[in-house]
């Protein structure tokens, strides 16, 4: 292992022991045994992937173990990214893939800000699945059912994800932390029969009933047939007012002798999960993922990108409202155990976390770059407190993690880590680029395209550039796709979402490069690119300059269309009791014109209390650029804190 920081070298190098000992070493040794494929780097080996995509995804199928019958046909019209079919011979159940082992070994462990801490073995999980199967059978849930979650980060959501995968329903979530409202605009498209909900959770040390929000909810979802609620912070839910409802233990008590499942092996394809998008320009999509796809593609990148192996402890902080806690579910496929954490990251100043992660022994550590961010900027050094010997990868995404925030994480997390960011979205319930223990860490950079993923980076031609900024493309298709928006039977909104700018190649919409190491930097989302004199700046770029200055907590920046023109506006949220004065703005302005270009430097600075966000955390930048241009957000109940929105309308300082 060598970790540095100059920009000459990486900032971590994997060790020959490391390379050895990895899950992707031993998958690359045997495919190039198996299909003799020239070269014997990373390179070589992606490239195999994206060439021969149905010897790829079949040795992948292979590799990991899926439990089902593959068929002879790995994929159909692999031609195109519109018509592909993958494995349309196999037959597989997702959820008997989640629950494989069934020994006295952790499968869960669960933190709820340190007032409830369980835990739960495989046996004991697979039981308590195959009981409320069972009661779901009985209650008339057949294949192709909603079955919806408006729940924390609980071991039971995980549970009724699988109850309900293993009959081949479909499952969606929410986050109690959504409001009526955002959560109507996403179950109410899909019209769920059961809902699965408890009375109360905690967050920031403070208890908030969700009574009234559900009972709400409950009369605008003519759909549902049964309420069952869990219970988190009360042993018996409270189920006062909440039509339709019963507790978990009522529902499961009729089928207390039940120990096997019944698990329904369907069509790869068969679909699995409906996400939603972020929502915050219209009514969310509900976009829906086939378990096939989601499966292997998890597969994939936990066990070969993640190095994920049995026994490992895995944690992701993430609520049921943001797709990384479906990625999360998945490692119980890989033999690992989920450390699962509900509540405030901070609370007791991030300590908390900390300490069950170290008690836990945590392998695999999963945030945002956000909170590595805000983790910087406060007064925990969780390596001076915190021992985490087993720690050896930590996963980053959300939004680009600044190079400051590789720099955090090596000198104040632990040394000796791949440190993983990560990119790829809810539409894909995956990773388009991601982490490679075999692979050095660059500063600033992720690592690697994902294997079986034609990733590049397209400029306005349609042609593809390296060293240059663009639009992230995938050019052939992958398992994972999305099957279709529900409701979109032509398929119209499903084009136009992704197929619209480069014909029959998928636009992600993020502003990209790729480097001389052959990793990735993104630079934001595309359509919130900053076009100053025409010219396209991402506003990550802006981001880490701002960032870097102590006296600022947080920003966000837009595009102000003026004068014919575009001028930046830079919204900064301060520490306490700090001023944006004279002296700070020149400070701001200087850092970024030193580091960027005179066009990244903003024309306005203004300080505000707070900038909105998503519910997982996201800022919402198209938000505020039609708040200060006088137009309507449309759908604020996607934002986790939408009163925020009220400090940009109508700003005396973008008035001139």
């Known amino acids: 292992m060598n970790m540095q920081s100059t920009t000459t070298q990486p900032i971590w190098t994997p060790s020959a022991a490391q390379i050895e000992a990895a899950r992707i070493t031993a998958f690359a040794r045997e495919m190039r045994a198996r299909y003799r494929f020239a070269g014997d780097d990373y390179a070589a080996l992606h490239h195999w992937s994206v060439s021969k995509p149905a010897e790829f995804w079949q040795a992948v199928w292979d590799f990991t173990g899926v439990i089902g019958e593959s068929g002879d046909t790995v994929v159909t019209n692999g031609d195109t990214m519109l018509g592909a079919r993958w494995f349309?011979?196999?037959?597989?159940?997702?959820?008997?893939?989640?629950?494989?082992?069934?020994?006295?070994?952790?499968?869960?462990?669960?933190?709820?800000?340190?007032?409830v801490t369980r835990r739960l073995s495989h046996a004991e999980l697979y039981v308590r699945v195959a009981q409320l199967a069972a009661a779901l059978r009985q209650a008339g849930v057949v294949a192709g059912d909603r079955v919806a979650a408006y729940l924390p980060n609980l071991p039971e959501t995980i549970m009724a994800m699988l109850a309900a995968a293993s009959i081949g329903a479909i499952f969606s979530s929410c986050s109690p932390d959504f409001g009526v409202r955002g959560v109507l605009d996403r179950f109410g498209q899909i019209t769920p029969k059961i809902l699965f909900a408890t009375d109360a959770y905690v967050y920031n040390e403070k208890e908030l009933d969700t009574r009234d929000k559900l009972t709400e909810i409950v009369a605008q979802l003519p759909s549902l047939e049964r309420v069952i609620l869990v219970p988190y912070l009360h042993e018996t839910p409270l189920l006062a007012g909440v039509p339709l409802a019963q507790t978990l233990a009522e529902f499961t008590a009729p089928f207390a002798h039940v120990s096997e499942i019944e698990f329904a092996r369907l069509p790869f394809a068969h679909p699995l999960y409906v996400m939603y998008s972020s929502g915050t320009t219209g009514v969310p999509k509900c976009i829906v993922h086939g378990a096939g796809g989601t499966l292997l593609q998890h597969l994939k990148e936990q066990q070969l990108h993640g190095d994920i192996k049995p026994g490992d402890r895995l944690f992701y902080f993430t609520t049921c409202g943001w797709?990384?806690?479906?990625?999360?579910?998945?490692?119980?496929?890989?033999?690992?155990?989920l450390l699962l954490y509900d509540g405030s990251p901070f609370a007791n100043d991030g300590r908390l976390l900390f300490a069950f992660l170290a008690r836990e022994q945590v392998t695999h550590f999963g945030t945002s770059a956000k909170f590595i961010d805000a983790l910087s900027k406060s007064a925990l050094r969780p390596r001076a407190e915190f021992s985490l010997p087993a720690l050896r990868?930590?996963?980053?995404?959300?939004?680009?993690?600044?190079?400051?925030?590789?720099?955090?994480?090596?000198?104040?997390?632990?040394?000796?880590?791949?440190?993983?960011?990560?990119?790829?979205?809810t539409d894909i319930i995956s990773c388009f680029v991601l982490g490679n223990p075999t692979l050095p860490v660059w500063r600033g950079e992720i690592q690697c395209k994902g294997l079986g993923m034609a990733v590049e980076v397209f400029d306005d031609n349609g042609q593809p550039v390296r060293e240059a900024k663009g639009e992230l493309v995938c050019t052939k298709p992958f398992p994972s796709q999305p099957l279709g928006f529900w409701h979109d039977d032509d398929g119209a909104k499903y084009r136009a979402a992704y197929f619209a700018r480069f014909a029959g190649v998928w636009a992600h919409g993020d502003y990209a490069e790729l480097t001389a190491h052959d990793g990735l930097i993104i630079y934001g989302r595309s359509d919130?690119?900053?076009?100053?004199?025409?010219?396209?700046?991402?506003?990550?770029?802006?981001?880490?300059?701002?960032?870097?200055l102590p006296e600022i907590l947080e920003s966000l920046v837009i595009g102000q269309d003026w004068q014919g023109d575009v001028r930046v506006v830079l919204f900064?949220?301060?520490?306490?009791?700090?001023?944006?004065?004279?002296?700070?703005?020149?400070?701001?302005?200087?850092?970024?014109?030193?580091?960027?270009?005179?066009?990244?430097?903003?024309?306005k600075i203004i300080a505000v209390a707070d900038l909105p966000r998503t519910k997982s955390g996201k800022i919402t930048e198209l938000a505020v650029r039609d708040v200060v241009h006088g137009r309507a957000v449309k759908n604020q109940e996607a934002?986790?804190?939408?009163?925020?929105?009220?400090l940009f309308e109508n700003l005396p300082e973008l008035q001139d």
């Open 88 to 115: 349309p011979q196999a037959r597989l159940n997702f959820a008997e893939n989640l629950l494989r082992q069934r020994d006295d070994t952790d499968a869960l462990v669960f933190c709820g800000e340190g007032r």
């Open 393 to 425: 990868t930590v996963f980053s995404t959300g939004s680009p993690l600044a190079a400051e925030g590789f720099d955090f994480v090596y000198q104040e997390i632990k040394a000796d880590v791949n440190l993983a960011s990560i990119s790829g979205g």
């Open 639 to 646: 934002l986790a804190n939408p009163d925020a929105l009220r």
């Open 528 to 548: 919130a690119t900053l076009n100053p004199g025409g010219v396209r700046i991402g506003t990550a770029e802006i981001y880490r300059q701002v960032e870097s």
């Open 323 to 337: 797709m990384m806690w479906n990625w999360l579910a998945s490692g119980l496929a890989s033999g690992a155990t």
């Open 572 to 603: 900064v949220k301060l520490q306490p009791d700090v001023v944006l004065d004279d002296a700070l703005q020149t400070r701001i302005k200087q850092t970024i014109r030193a580091n960027t270009t005179p066009r990244h430097v903003p024309a």
